[in-house]
């Protein structure tokens, strides 16, 4: 059996997200009636089902998949002698860390933003927020974080790659 995704099974099963976009749509019609911004008033109830079945499928979904890809396809086989795994959900919203790559007991972060983050950042620069979580991470895990930068499943910021295998050479001594 072939195996569907998230967004084939949304696009047969529109009633799941429509719910979404109605409920936004209603909290937005507040607004509407005493905003001067053209684009809220001329906001539909399709509008907000669309945008809620864009940020499902393809930024939260996609983005996850892409994730994995990163790891699995590029990586993992760069590094093939290094674990790497998932972040839990903590380390994942508060520190910013999607993935960890082990070596030994130390281990290294990973965060994976699209090449989309980059350009609308100009040269994208961490919060003072993540600063401080990749410090914390460091404290922790011994090892540096690494934001890698990616188009579909591609790392585009390919120098990340050599940066990495320094840190762990690194972590190894």
Request: net charge negative; glycine share 6%.
């Amino acid at each position: 059996m072939e195996k569907r995704t998230i967004g084939q099974f949304l696009m047969k099963h529109p009633d799941v997200v429509q719910p979404l976009g109605k409920s936004l749509y209603k909290q937005l019609i507040k607004l509407k009636a005493h905003s001067q911004d053209d684009a809220l008033r001329e906001l539909t109830a399709q509008d907000c089902i669309d945008y809620v079945y864009e940020v499902t499928i393809h930024r939260t979904y996609d983005g996850f998949i892409r994730e994995k890809s990163v790891v699995n396809d590029n990586l993992a086989k760069k590094f093939p002698d290094i674990k790497f795994e998932e972040s839990d959900a903590e380390l994942d919203h508060a520190g910013d860390i999607d993935y960890l790559g082990w070596v030994g007991d130390r281990a290294f972060g990973i965060q994976i933003k699209p090449i989309t983050a980059q350009s609308n950042f100009g040269n994208y620069s961490i919060s003072e927020r993540m600063k401080a979580s990749f410090e914390e991470f460091t404290e922790q895990f011994g090892g540096k974080v690494f934001i890698v930068f990616c188009e579909k499943e591609k790392i585009k910021n390919e120098d990340v790659i050599g940066q990495i295998g320094e840190e762990i050479k690194r972590l190894r001594r």
